[in-house]
């Protein structure tokens, strides 16, 4: 019974990887470059992508094979949103 508090913090890693990911996704979905407020919806956006990439890596020290190949997915995606905004500035 030892390995279940591993397998439990594993999935909740992940899970926050994943929850921290789909935030500043459906922030990137909602700026505005023209609005008044995205400088401000910018500077958040920048937030949730940085606190996405922290639970990314913390959840990727304890992640199986499957969940890995996910994660890497939602960086590589995280990457492609800041390359994009990136480009708008």
Same mark, same amino acid.
């Given at each position: 019974?030892? %390995?279940?508090?591993? #397998?439990?913090?594993? !999935? =909740?890693?992940?899970? /926050?990887?994943?929850?921290?990911?789909e935030?500043?996704?459906?922030?990137?979905?909602?700026?505005?470059?023209?609005?008044?407020?995205?400088?401000?919806?910018?500077?958040?956006? %920048?937030?949730?992508? #940085?606190e996405?990439? !922290? =639970?990314?890596?913390? /959840?990727?020290?304890?992640?199986?094979?499957?969940?890995?190949?996910?994660?890497?997915?939602f960086?590589?995606?995280?990457?492609?949103?800041?390359?994009?905004?990136?480009?708008?500035?």
């Amino acid at each position: 019974m030892q %390995k279940y508090p591993y #397998n439990k913090d594993k !999935q =909740q890693a992940f899970q /926050a990887a994943q929850q921290g990911y789909e935030n500043a996704q459906g922030l990137y979905e909602t700026i505005v470059s023209d609005s008044a407020s995205y400088g401000h919806q910018l500077k958040h956006l %920048k937030d949730e992508v #940085n606190e996405a990439y !922290q =639970q990314i890596e913390n /959840a990727l020290e304890v992640a199986s094979e499957h969940q890995r190949a996910q994660l890497e997915r939602f960086q590589q995606d995280l990457q492609t949103m800041v390359s994009e905004v990136n480009q708008e500035d």
